[in-house]
């Protein structure tokens, strides 16, 4: 076991020893997520519009709203130009006050404000804070009206039944929500923050492409005869074979892990069931490393390796959901996705962290990324041990 | 003397090629063998097998007594290999590297540590010891490589054409450290295709060619198989091929042969017979710009043994 860590530690060494490999193991994965984070819905600076006439009652909503949310109010000009600026991006949500607002709101008749927003974390918050607003307006105006007739006299117990009859009786201002987009992707997001999506697609893009693109070490190992020393030194050839799987599996883990504890501490991302994150996180780890000392074996030299291993690593990464939500892609593209072992584990990833899924819920994707590294792992080991005897 | 290296004719092809046909040698402790060949003589197909990379074909070898094959652990500790090509980590340093390779042939840490120190100021490279291998100048790189098969204290040292691309002063420096090697005892195996490193270093020598071993001796031993003749070389500007045919007209030659615009004899009583060689030159009309006489050297055997020079 001891010349099996040797190898293995070795080999995460000479990784970190190289300093481009810093930016694009540590620095970059982080810039995406943010990135990703503040596209999906990251908070500051969110723009919502509003359709709204020129009235107090209107204003003073307005302004609620955009006190109380820290929103900036950008005003649109018909509600088919701001459905149109939401469901492109250009604002975060929306808000449609009727022509005659306030009027309604002062005799206190029933009125409807329409809420536009994405399927998204951004829009649900910013409706909750419109309806808090509304439902604030609304009793404002109910307590105006009550005042105003009963102001002659009366007695306080028929003042408390006559404002529980109103309650239930007038219907006053509600919220009409309208989600432009997909309905169905919008369930599918529902729950995540901001940067919840984009850690894990990106920890299994950043884990896969580091493992194939560090797989020309295994390159290296021959051209430098490095290899033929190891062979005649009294290692056996399963313990080099074992370090050197286990060097790429701990390269994989570092990847992996770093995102997931960085991602926690910095942007609060909200990982799921620790178990079954655990058991996805390793068996990807596992098919990564298993997949980069097959490209490392069987690969020429370094270049053609490296060339391979990241068009590899982006095109799975794609095709699997690490760019775009699986949920985005076609049906074909969404079927044709379940080759890479991105697709399963972003799936799985998924369920765990939107649906609260736990290990039981997503054993249809654990077995399928055991399948993929058993396969990759038999496939790799066989393949480098032919390699070094080369 | 203790018998470290044993191999019992040695048969290895790849496909159709016959690399190695029918070695065999042995070592002593404190000797230093020499594999004498051009490039492709099958010098490092016979190595590899000596240090458990390759299973011979047929044949086989003994290391301190234990049968040498890949899977041999016991055999294979015994052997220390430096490699033609320098098989270092260049982004570890010197002492890295020691360290990883000391790990595989399992020293223990503390033995570990005071070997690597031991090891670095035999090579040389106690100031540069934390620097990365990377940055060293060709010398030093082949210094530490060789290290690293001294690390375990072997009985067996592999040195596989260690002077290769290495300037004159470290090839000097690398060749004395080989000579207090042996001189400590130690049985070193030596690859090389320089004829003057074989003839400083080795106590025997194999000369090697296509695969098999044309001959095996001490340099003396070896010059003498070309008999007590003296080398005359006439370096012509004429028609060389020609010069030599007149030249095989006289009696009494050993062997005459062409190599590049000279032609090379080999005769008793030199002295006495250069004017006879020189007249049969001139009679048709090949002008001789050069005249060397001197005593037979390893290139001159090989030559002699196989039709071809060394350089090849």
């Not at chain 1, 193991?25 to 709204?52: C, M, R, S």
């Not at chain 1, 951004?122 to 409706?127: D, G, L």
């Not at chain 1, 109910?142 to 003042?159: I, N, S, T």
């Not at chain 1, 009786?169 to 989600?179: Q, W």
Request: net charge negative; glycine share 10%; proline share 4%.
């Amino acid at each position: 076991m001891k010349r099996i860590w040797t190898i293995a530690r070795i080999e995460l060494t000479r990784l970190l020893r190289d300093r481009s490999n810093l930016f694009f193991v540590f620095v970059f994965p982080l810039l995406l997520v943010l990135l990703i984070g503040a596209q999906f819905g990251g908070g500051g600076g969110v723009e919502v519009g509003a359709v709204a006439p020129d009235d107090e009652p209107a204003e003073r909503l307005l302004e609620t709203i955009e006190d109380a949310g820290g929103f900036r109010i950008v005003e649109v000009e018909d509600a088919d130009r701001l459905r149109d600026e939401v469901s492109r991006g250009v604002l975060s949500a929306g808000v449609v006050l009727p022509d005659d607002y306030g009027a309604r709101v002062v005799e206190v008749a029933p009125t409807e404000v329409a809420f536009i927003g994405r399927p998204d974390s951004t829009a649900a918050s910013v409706r909750a804070v419109v309806s808090a607003a509304v439902a604030q307006q609304r009793q404002a105006g109910q307590a105006a009206a009550l005042v105003d007739d009963q102001l002659e006299g009366g007695d306080r117990a028929a003042l408390r039944t006559l404002a529980l009859d109103l309650q239930e009786e007038l219907d006053g201002v509600s919220v009409r929500a309208e989600t432009v987009g997909t309905d169905e992707i919008g369930e599918q997001f529902a729950g995540l923050g901001p940067f919840d999506l984009g850690a894990s697609s990106q920890l299994f893009l950043f884990t896969f492409l580091t493992s194939l693109a560090s797989s020309a070490a295994l390159i290296q190992l021959r051209q430098y005869g490095v290899a033929h020393r190891m062979l005649a030194s009294p290692t056996p050839m399963r313990q080099i074979v074992g370090g050197l799987t286990a060097g790429r599996l701990l390269i994989a883990l570092v990847q992996a892990l770093y995102i997931v504890v960085a991602t926690v501490v910095l942007f609060q991302v909200d990982w799921g069931d620790p178990l079954a994150t655990g058991v996805v996180i390793l068996l990807f780890s596992l098919v990564s490393a298993a997949a980069g000392m097959l490209i490392g074996a069987a690969m020429r030299n370094d270049n053609q390796a490296s060339g391979v291993g990241v068009g590899l690593g982006i095109g799975f990464a794609a095709l699997g959901g690490s760019m775009v939500p699986l949920e985005l892609l076609p049906d074909g593209i969404r079927l044709v996705a379940r080759i890479t072992p991105h697709a399963w584990a972003n799936e799985a990833m998924a369920e765990i962290v939107r649906r609260d899924a736990g290990l039981g819920d997503v054993l249809p994707q654990v077995l399928a990324l055991g399948g993929f590294a058993a396969v990759l792992l038999v496939l790799g080991t066989l393949t480098l041990q032919r390699t070094l005897t080369r | 003397m203790t018998q470290v290296l044993r191999c019992d004719h040695l048969w290895k092809a790849f496909g159709d090629l016959q690399a190695v046909a029918d070695i065999s040698f042995t070592i002593d402790r404190g000797e230093t063998y020499g594999l004498l060949g051009p490039n492709g003589a099958g010098k490092t197909t016979s190595i590899s097998m000596v240090a458990g990379l390759l299973p011979p074909d047929a044949g086989e070898v003994f290391v301190a007594g234990e049968r040498m094959h890949p899977r041999a652990t016991t055999a294979k500790a015994a052997v220390g290999l430096v490699p033609q090509e320098v098989a270092i980590y260049p982004d570890l340093s010197a002492r890295e590297n020691l360290r990883f390779f000391g790990r595989l042939y399992a020293l223990p840490q503390k033995e570990l540590d005071a070997r690597i120190d031991a090891v670095l100021e035999v090579i040389g490279l106690t100031d540069r010891a934390s620097d990365r291998a990377g940055e060293y100048s060709g010398g030093m790189k082949r210094r530490l490589n060789i290290g690293i098969g001294l690390l375990h204290e072997p009985e067996l040292l592999i040195l596989d054409e260690p002077t290769v691309g290495v300037d004159p002063q470290s090839r000097n420096a690398i060749l004395e450290s080989v000579e207090s090697l042996a001189t400590d005892g130690l049985a070193v195996l030596y690859t090389t295709h320089y004829m003057e490193e074989a003839e400083r270093l080795c106590d025997r020598i194999a000369i090697v060619d296509k695969g098999r071993m044309a001959a095996e001796g001490t340099r003396r031993e070896l010059v003498a198989t070309i008999g007590e003749q003296d080398l005359v070389r006439l370096d012509v500007a004429g028609d060389a091929p020609q010069a030599a045919a007149a030249i095989r007209q006289l009696d009494d030659l050993g062997s005459v042969d062409v190599e590049d615009q000279a032609v090379v004899c080999l005769l008793d009583g030199a002295a006495q017979r250069l004017p006879r060689l020189l007249g049969a030159v001139a009679e048709i009309g090949v002008a001789v710009m050069g005249v060397e006489v001197r005593e037979p050297d390893l290139e001159d055997v090989f030559l002699h043994l196989t039709g071809a020079a060394l350089r090849d």
